[in-house]
């Protein structure tokens, strides 16, 4: 399955659903679910005013601000060097609306300010947090994970998934209607 490498706390906050956009400096083109590594090096988090804007600093409850502060300390660490979800990518644009979209254009007053590049702002849906995380080392760009493929299980299949980690049911699987889903690579099982 394709992986790319995000630094924490970006990767810890894509995976939990709070930031729906990654900002590259390169356009994509794939659709569809990707891993998301947690590169070996953080952001260093001696100010969060040097990290998120106030903006997003605010949306974050105290809790979720106490744990980004901490994170480098013996409280509930961010893991690093492993990937520790999965999200979709939906779409990729130029100056999303969101407050995690870095903007090319900028408005101030009357004049439009341009960045002497574009950065593109890639859509993400459909986080999912690992229960644990999967040592791997990282690469640049969009790279394999050869552990879990893309592919769901088929409706009148074995009730397996193509995670190929050992299958757990109780903590790998979460129920949804008629359907459960992998807690690892957002495969369906049917019952």
């Known amino acids: 399955m394709r992986a790319i490498t995000v630094k924490q706390p970006w990767a810890y906050l894509i995976c939990s659903g709070k930031k729906d956009i990654e900002n590259r400096t390169w356009y994509n083109m794939f659709r569809g679910r990707v891993l998301i590594h947690a590169s070996a090096k953080p952001v260093k988090m001696i100010n969060p005013n040097n990290v998120f804007t106030y903006q997003q600093w605010e949306s974050f409850s105290t809790e979720e601000q106490v744990q980004l502060i901490c994170s480098g300390t013996s409280f509930k660490p961010l893991q690093n060097s492993s990937i520790i979800g999965s999200v979709e990518i939906v779409d990729c644009v130029v100056n999303h609306e969101s407050i995690w979209a870095e903007k090319s254009e900028l408005v101030i007053g009357e004049n439009k300010v341009c960045q002497p590049q574009t950065i593109y702002n ?9 229960p644990e995380p999967i040592p791997a080392k990282g690469k640049l760009s969009f790279w394999d994970y050869p552990g879990i493929l893309a592919e769901p299980e088929e409706k009148d299949g074995p009730l397996f998934c193509h995670c190929q980690l050992p299958v ?6 979460s129920a949804c209607i008629d359907q459960y889903r992998c807690n ?8």
């Open 184 to 191: 690892y690579c957002g495969g369906i099982w049917y019952k």
């Open 122 to 130: 890639w859509v993400l849906d459909n986080p999912i947090m690992f």
């Open 168 to 173: 757990k049911e109780q903590s790998q699987v």
